[in-house]
């Protein structure tokens, strides 16, 4: 798990979690959970966003109670690679996060694709964890396709969050350990 300015108990590998829920105001923490291709690029960019106290990559969206990277990498599982993000509302807004980083790391008008990764695995989702999640989720979406930076339209699902489950160790960090890595995300304008 990627520690920004929080501490934080890191899950048991591949233990299922629920999302925590959105609005968290005595503790001034909230939390998303987001899939837009490959966990490793996405985790390098949202770890460096202001507001972002945590991040973990992992598995969200599938029916597999306990799905690890040898099961999801085939696509079969309904797991997309994902990531959750812990971030401080006072900081960041769940609208910000996805408007100004989400849309912008990732082409959201491939249909299960991002770069050279091809699957179900690699769609684009939001997994909301409340009604309020979900009406901004909604609400940007439709602003971000309407705006015509995209010459497709925009795919991305936008689902109840259900269990999400940390990815193995070594794709924790992945980028900070293997700098030079693959990934196929990067801030569009």
């Excluded at 979690?17 to 899939?35: D, H, I, K, Q, Y």
């Excluded at 179900?120 to 909604?138: K, L």
């Amino acid at each position: 798990m990627s520690k920004g300015n929080g501490p934080s108990e890191p899950a048991p590998p591949n233990s299922p979690t629920r999302a925590e829920p959105s609005n968290v105001p005595s503790s001034g923490r909230e939390t998303a959970v987001l899939a837009g291709g490959c966990f490793w690029g996405m985790e390098d960019i949202l770890r460096k966003v202001p507001g972002v106290l945590e991040t973990e990559v992992g598995y969200a969206g599938g029916a597999t109670q306990s799905p690890n990277y040898e099961s999801v990498k085939t696509g079969e599982t309904g797991h997309a690679e994902s990531i959750r993000v812990v971030f401080d509302p006072k900081k960041l807004s769940y609208e910000e996060l996805l408007e100004k980083w989400f849309f912008r790391m990732h082409d959201p008008t491939t249909k299960n694709r991002q770069g050279n990764d091809v699957g179900t695995q690699y769609r684009s989702a939001i997994f909301v964890s409340s009604p309020e999640q979900r009406a901004v989720a909604e609400r940007v979406k439709a602003r971000v396709d309407q705006s015509g930076k995209w010459k497709a339209p925009v795919v991305t699902e936008i689902v109840d969050a259900g269990a999400f489950t940390p990815a193995e160790g070594y794709h924790q960090d992945y980028l900070e350990k293997h700098p030079g890595g693959y990934t196929c995300h990067w801030l569009r304008d």
